[in-house]
């Protein structure tokens, strides 16, 4: 199984801030990565596909980059509305897994 | 717009067997370009895929689930569904339905939309 490992675990951020989390693949998947958003009760919800592809209805303040093993997930301005826990997943090959969150919290 | 709403008990004892239904509503669970699939998350903690299907019936189990899991769906009324056996305490998660986009063959592929999701608690 590939493992997905984020960095870090918990961020605190002011808004306004810039932040990025970090997602590292046990061996490379290629630009086969997405990142979700999840708050609390709620379902997770698509940001980017594809490392770097925008799901539509997002806004641009997010922004994903990477390949192979190395990705990360940047926030240009934080809004409040951003408060949660982001995920990423890998869908280069079976099983499909996940990295294990990162915690966005209010400084 | 597509939605999924996932349906079943919420209380499961253990050793018996976990069954939920997700009903997809707003689009067809027929169409060549999606497949379906379960995921879960228990209380506090991450991520688990569990499986996938396409509407012809071909599937995709998580190996760490597969001697337990069975999915499959009802094209008749546009509805996937997941049987989970044997089910311990470790068990208890949110289960979530998702759709995925179809990309041929042997290929996994991101979530998006997902179901509100439903909490399975396994006690006696």
């Known amino acids: 199984d590939i493992q997905m490992t984020q960095s870090p675990s918990t961020l605190s951020a002011s808004v306004g801030d810039r932040v990025t989390i970090t997602c590292r693949a046990s061996q490379s998947i290629s630009s086969w990565l997405a990142w979700y958003q999840q708050k609390p009760g709620k379902a997770p919800k698509l940001l980017i596909y594809k490392a770097s592809s925008l799901e539509s209805g997002v806004p641009s303040r997010f922004s994903g980059s990477g390949s192979g093993t190395e990705f990360t997930l940047t926030i240009s301005s934080l809004q409040p509305d951003d408060f949660a826990t982001y995920y990423c997943q890998q869908y280069n090959s079976y099983p499909i897994t996940f990295g294990q969150g990162t915690r966005l919290e209010i400084k | 717009q597509l939605q999924l709403q996932e349906s079943g008990p919420g209380l499961v004892k253990p050793s018996e067997t976990l069954s939920l239904t997700c009903t997809v509503s707003?689009?067809?669970?027929?169409?060549?370009?999606?497949?379906w699939g379960w995921i879960r998350q228990p209380p506090g903690k991450g991520l688990e895929w569990i499986g996938s299907?396409?509407?012809?019936?071909?599937?995709y189990y998580n190996p760490s689930l597969k001697s337990r899991v069975t999915i499959s769906v009802d094209t008749s009324k546009n509805q996937f569904s997941l049987k989970l056996s044997s089910v311990t305490a470790a068990d208890t998660a949110v289960y979530y339905c998702?759709?995925?986009?179809?990309?041929?063959?042997?290929?996994?592929?991101?979530?998006?939309?997902w179901g509100q999701g439903t909490l399975v608690t396994v006690s006696s």
């Open positions: 299907i396409y509407y012809s019936g071909s599937t």
């Open positions: 707003g689009g067809s669970i027929s169409s060549s370009s999606y497949y």
């Open positions: 998702a759709r995925l986009e179809y990309c041929g063959g042997d290929c996994p592929n991101w979530f998006d939309p």
